[in-house]
């Protein structure tokens, strides 16, 4: 086993390692959605919280919180419905080095984050079709609980829109 791999540090991330980002990103967009240059660096501009491995090529975290000016329709249930909140968009960890925890070490640094940031809430959205039921267990495992459903992009997608409360 890779040493190096189950070893990764998790680092704050920026625009500076945004075309890492970008290429894995978009090697994953089935998981996710594309994104051009232009839009991974407002997306950047806008976060709360960028995490990530080695300058993101292996993994990355990006969240946003409810003050975000980010235009997207999962986003905006949440804004519809929550006070506040910080909104994991998108976390890709690459296929070679999935289950080794890093997935796991990026959201607890994220969670340590908004904690000290004064935020108290943590929300996502996982696939439901196509479905993505490791993506379910996995925040089910971390104390994510389901909150409402959707079916967004004309009908071609169905996500669960899940929280997790952060303890005081």
């Not at 980002?21 to 967009?29: D, F, G, P």
């Not at 839009?39 to 976060?47: I, R, S, V």
């Not at 300058?55 to 905006?76: C, E, K, Q, W």
Request: hydrophobic letters at 45%; glycine letters at 10%.
């Amino acid at each position: 086993m890779n040493q190096s791999r189950t070893a990764s540090q998790i680092e704050g991330l920026g625009l500076l390692d945004s075309a890492a980002m970008l290429t894995l990103n978009n090697a994953n967009a089935g998981e996710t959605s594309l994104l051009d240059e232009a839009g991974m660096a407002a997306l950047l501009k806008g976060a709360f919280y960028v995490g990530g491995t080695d300058r993101g090529m292996t993994a990355f975290l990006i969240a946003l919180d409810h003050n975000a000016p980010y235009v997207n329709p999962n986003f905006s249930w949440f804004k519809e419905r929550l006070k506040t909140f910080v909104y994991i968009d998108r976390v890709i960890v690459a296929q070679a080095s999935r289950g080794h925890g890093i997935a796991r070490k990026l959201y607890r640094d994220l969670f340590a984050a908004a904690s000290q940031a004064g935020h108290h809430r943590v929300v996502c959205e996982v696939n439901i079709n196509p479905p993505n039921p490791a993506s379910e267990a996995f925040h089910a495992a971390l104390g994510f609980i389901g909150i409402g459903d959707a079916t967004i992009h004309d009908g071609k997608k169905t996500v669960r829109y899940f929280e997790k409360i952060l303890e005081g």
